[in-house]
T-cell receptor, first 112, second 115 residues
Framework: DQQVKQNSPSLSVQEGRISILNCDYT??????FLWYKKYPAEGPTFLIS?????DKNEDGRFTVFLNKSAKHLSLHIVPSQPGDSAVYFCAASDGGSYIPTFGRGTSLIVHP | DAGVIQSPRHEVTEMGQEVTLRCKPISGHNSLFWYRQTMMRGLELLIYFNNNVPIDDSGMPEDRFSAKMPNASFSTLKIQPSEPRDSAVYFC?????????????FGAGSRLTVL
């Protein structure tokens, strides 16, 4: 049973437009949510996180929104750039175990 | 720091052979994770060590898989005997441990192909 779900395997966006990647979770005990970015032949790298006490966290072009009542979070990239083309993993952890659970990833392609 | 170092980067072996994957975590990190990435299941946790002690190995598929962390700077993941369904990319990651968001630093991965 997947506790972290990324239902869109892929997303295609034009350069300069907004990219929105979505993630749903089922475990109400999760209190930290993270996004990782992965290029081919490399390991995932940390991008941005948000704790459950917040509903928004922003870092440059990247913003993560958290809707606890809907158990949903999203990553917004504005404006999108071709270098953003990668696989994005959503991850969540609870304060008890600190072990991140990952979604299956969404492949983002940003067209020039 | 050179980051998390994994070896080998690529391994091709035949069914039934033993495979050993190696990982050197970031110095000072006290948590180490082994993940496996497949198309069907994404990134799934195999085992988690804290201060060199296995804490959660519930993700290890079966007895053919074993992992060790003899000291703070080295860990191995062994598959014996290997099977074609073990073909995947295996990632090692380390972190500072049980604090806040617990951000993981991943190695580049070991791509395993079992023929």
């Amino acid at each position: 049973d997947q506790q972290v779900k990324q239902n869109s395997p892929s997303l295609s966006v034009q350069e300069g437009r907004i990219s929105i990647l979505n993630c749903d979770y089922t475990n109400s005990m999760f209190d930290y949510f993270l996004w990782y970015k992965k290029y081919p032949a490399e390991g995932p790298t940390f991008l941005i996180s948000i704790s459950s006490i917040k509903d928004k966290n922003e870092d440059g072009r990247f913003t993560v929104f958290l809707n606890k009542s809907a158990k949903h979070l999203s990553l917004h990239i504005v404006p999108s750039q071709p270098g953003d083309s990668a696989v994005y993993f959503c991850a969540a952890s609870d304060g008890g175990s600190y072990i991140p659970t990952f979604g299956r990833g969404t492949s983002l392609i940003v067209h020039p | 720091d050179a980051g998390v170092i994994q070896s080998p980067r690529h391994e091709v072996t035949e069914m039934g052979q033993e495979v050993t994957l190696r990982c050197k975590p970031i110095s000072g990190h006290n948590s180490l994770f082994w993940y496996r990435q497949t198309m069907m299941r994404g990134l799934e946790l195999l085992i988690y060590f804290n201060n060199n002690v296995p804490i959660d190995d519930s993700g290890m598929p079966e007895d053919r898989f074993s992992a060790k962390m003899p000291n703070a700077s080295f860990s191995t993941l062994k598959i014996q005997p290997s099977e074609p369904r073990d073909s995947a990319v295996y990632f090692c990651a380390s972190s500072l441990g049980q604090t806040g968001a617990n951000v993981l630093t991943f190695g580049a991965g070991s791509r395993l192909t079992v023929l």
